[in-house]
């Protein structure tokens, strides 16, 4: 039998912030089948989908072998909170979604997701060994260096808590496909973070946005690259992006986005929304975002600074953060 959760948990994360999670549900059949998926979960893959709530995975971290009972408490509700995501992709389908949430969990694993969150990190890792620290020095200078070809940050909030990514124009060609998708997931993860964090684990939705004001056509990453990270985040972030904003696309590159819209849940091409020229910026991002949580680029009046120090923001501001550290 599952543990008898609190309708209101708190647990900590690495600046031993108080976040609140709470579950909601449509209704109890919504509940009970989330349940089902998470009680055909082993001992490890309900560990795994705990963990890909960063605040449950700073958790354990901080209280490395300690762990309390609020902390066993919170593995299986947000556990629960990444079944709901897959049953949701899946139409509440119980066992096409347990088949989908085992493939997440398979690539959480494989891919190291949790050693690629901390690899900035000054707080201790549960990893040990030589092999780990080089992997981890590997994935720093991979997101070093493709940051350094597109800049990739995450800055400012919706009016819902969602977190904003923003992606900037890309200054050169993809060289490193491995370190292309290491640095994207790495943005997607800290992305959600910090929804999680800035929502007190209410959200778990994100805005990403791409800017293509300075667009050079030699510098889009190749069609396939695109294509396989759209399948990745449709696959395993699953319910994830609230909304994908293309600013000032250039009219003849909007032809690849309707190239790659088959290749997308419906769901997902829905909130695609491309946005040129100020008038549409404030009809349609000014429902969505403040100005105070909105760079110039993205609202006439948005008061965030257009000043980004890539560095700062990947060894000084905490992963559950925004650049702004809020």
């Known amino acids: 039998m599952p543990p008898n959760e609190p309708t209101l948990l708190n647990y900590e994360v690495v600046d031993n912030t108080k976040l609140e999670s709470k579950l909601s549900f449509n209704d109890k059949k919504e509940e009970e089948d989330c349940r089902n998926v998470v009680d055909s979960l ?14 449950y995975y700073m958790s354990v ?6 762990i309390s009972d609020d902390i066993h408490l919170s593995r299986y509700q947000m556990a629960m909170k990444m079944a709901r995501q897959h049953l ?13 949430m085992r493939k997440a969990l398979t690539f959480r694993k494989e891919h190291k997701l949790n050693e690629l969150r901390s690899c900035f990190s000054t707080t201790p890792s549960n990893t040990d060994g030589d092999d780990e620290s080089n992997n981890i020095e590997t994935l720093k200078s991979q997101i070093v260096e493709e940051t350094s070809r597109q800049l990739m940050f995450v800055r400012g909030y919706t009016k819902e808590k969602q977190a904003i990514l923003i992606k900037q124009d890309r200054t050169a060609p993809v060289t490193d496909e491995k370190a292309y998708f290491n640095t994207n997931i790495y943005m997607l993860e800290r992305a959600i973070a910090c929804t999680e964090h800035a929502s007190k684990g209410t959200q778990h939705k994100i805005v990403v946005v791409l800017n293509y004001t ?7 990453p190749p069609m396939r690259l695109m294509k396989e990270f759209i399948t990745i985040m449709e696959s395993y972030y699953p319910d994830n992006l609230a909304s994908l904003i293309l600013v ?6 909007k032809g690849v986005w309707y190239f790659l819209k088959p290749f997308m849940d419906p769901n997902n091409t829905e909130k695609i929304k491309f946005v040129t020229g100020d008038e549409q910026r404030e009809e349609i991002l000014g429902p969505l975002i403040d100005e105070d949580q909105a760079m110039p680029f993205l609202l006439p009046n948005g008061k965030l ?19 702004d550290n809020k």
Not at 47 to 54: D, G, K, L, T, V
Not at 61 to 66: G, L, P, R, S
Not at 214 to 220: F, L, Q
């Open 61 to 66: 971290v901080v209280n490395d072998k300690n």
């Open 42 to 55: 082993t001992e490890e893959e309900l560990e795994e989908a705990a963990n890909a709530s960063y605040a």
């Open 214 to 220: 300075n667009y050079i056509r030699a510098n889009v």
């Open 305 to 323: 600074s257009s000043d980004i120090d890539i560095m700062h923001f990947l060894n000084d501001v905490p992963f559950h953060c925004d650049y």
């Open 88 to 100: 949701i992709a899946e139409k509440h389908d119980i066992d096409k979604a347990l088949v989908r």
């Open 248 to 253: 000032d696309v250039p009219f003849y590159f």
